[in-house]
């Protein structure tokens, strides 16, 4: 069974493009989940997505924004670009609602460098 | 509001010693908690989770952990450790909050193994 993919694994952009990152969850999960990890502030909650709808988001600003697909596929976007969004966003999938399971499937990653 | 906080940042033991990381979490009722790995340039990996059964959880890799609700405590342990045990460890609550709850994520703590 094939697990999380993300893409692009790795990316560079400047100061205020924007990039959109790709999320397939596991076949059968309905609920993807983005996190964003930096070395300062650790993994930070962005949003969670259940069967099309957001069901909760962190504290990001409104240039982060996602969405899912009725393939339950996912898509983050982070318009006008910092520096300090340079991090590894991660997505993750889960049959059900995160809290309700606890049981996450992490993909490997996409890496954003912004110069 | 739930949280936690991993009380080392990074834990250094030798292969077949055992392994202690530590865990505290606050919590206003009956929390769920988990423990992640996350080893280099991969993506995390539930190592084990709590949810009110047994308060001694055994997960993967013979890891193990204990619910200790008087300690507020959720420390994470290994008989003997091995050298693919170097990695990143999350320790993980369930917040059920009104706006559709979230996992929140420590700090992490990094293991060394020194052979």
């Known amino acids: 069974k094939a697990g999380v993919t993300q893409t692009p694994r790795y990316l560079i952009k400047t100061r205020g493009q924007q990039v959109t990152l790709s999320c397939s969850p596991i076949s059968g999960h309905r609920s993807v989940s983005w996190y964003q990890q930096t070395p300062g502030q650790g993994l930070q909650f962005l949003f969670e997505y259940f069967s099309e709808t957001q069901r909760n988001k962190g504290n990001f600003p409104g240039r982060f924004s996602g969405r899912q697909f009725s393939n339950s596929r996912s898509e983050m976007n982070v318009s006008t670009l910092e520096l300090g969004d340079s991090a590894l966003y991660l997505c993750?999938?889960?049959?059900?609602?995160?809290?309700?399971?606890?049981?996450?499937?992490f993909g490997e990653g996409s890496r954003l460098t912004v110069l | 509001a739930q949280s936690v906080t991993q009380l080392d940042s990074h834990v250094s033991v030798s292969e077949g010693t055992p392994v202690l990381l530590r865990c505290n979490y606050s919590s206003s009722y009956s929390p769920s908690l988990f423990w992640y790995v996350q080893h280099p340039n991969k993506g995390l990996q539930l190592l084990l989770k709590?949810?009110?059964?047994?308060?001694l959880v055994k997960g993967i890799n013979g890891f193990e952990a204990e619910f200790k609700k008087s300690e507020t405590s959720f420390h994470l342990t290994k008989p003997s450790a091995h050298m693919s045990d170097a990695a990143e460890y999350f320790c993980?609550?369930?917040?059920?909050?009104?706006?559709?709850?979230?996992?929140?994520f420590g700090q992490g703590t990094e293991l060394s193994v020194k052979p």
């Open positions: 709590y949810t009110s059964a047994a308060t």
């Open positions: 993980v609550v369930s917040d059920r909050g009104n706006q559709g709850g979230k996992l929140i």
């Open positions: 993750a999938s889960s049959l059900r609602v995160s809290t309700n399971t606890g049981e996450l499937f």
